[in-house]
């Protein structure tokens, strides 16, 4: 079982139903009342993660209609729905964990962290307007997005033997 249907069995538990289906509209997923759609021209596994994951986060984190972003209310959302797929899929600890190996290369971040090399790079870009120069403590280090992304590894002291 890959990671897009892992996600899909463990929704289907919590009572929500995906399909993927063909869309008349550019859309590539779509939440409405405890089913998510997924457009089947998506042809990349990450593509499909990616979109659901979203998809989820308008399931917890939204209500009403917002397909039309013409409002602030809708675009605030909208946004709560795509932090909340940045933070499942590219969680801070996760991101750390990485760097701490010595992954740098967003290609090959966005690889190990199994999402599209542009989610990923939304997903950074969020975290550096959300917590810009903060230090932010993770279970392998801290980091800090602003100027750029730094990673500073936690020093673990062990006590010699004696």
Known sequence: MNSYEKMISDLEKKDIIIRETN???????????????INKKLETTKEKICILAEEEGHHKKTYGNIQKLDTIENLKQEYKARLYAYEKLVSLNDLAFYLNKGITN????????????????????????????????????????????IFMPSIRLEKENE
């Open 106 to 149: 967003i290609y090959e971040l966005a690889d190990m962290l199994n999402v599209t090399d542009k989610f990923l790079q939304d997903a950074l870009l969020t975290y550096k307007n959300k917590y810009g120069d903060k230090i932010i403590n993770t279970k392998y280090g801290k980091i800090v997005f602003e100027p750029n992304i």
């Open 23 to 37: 869309f008349k509209s550019s859309a590539n997923g779509l939440y409405q009342d405890g089913v998510i759609a």
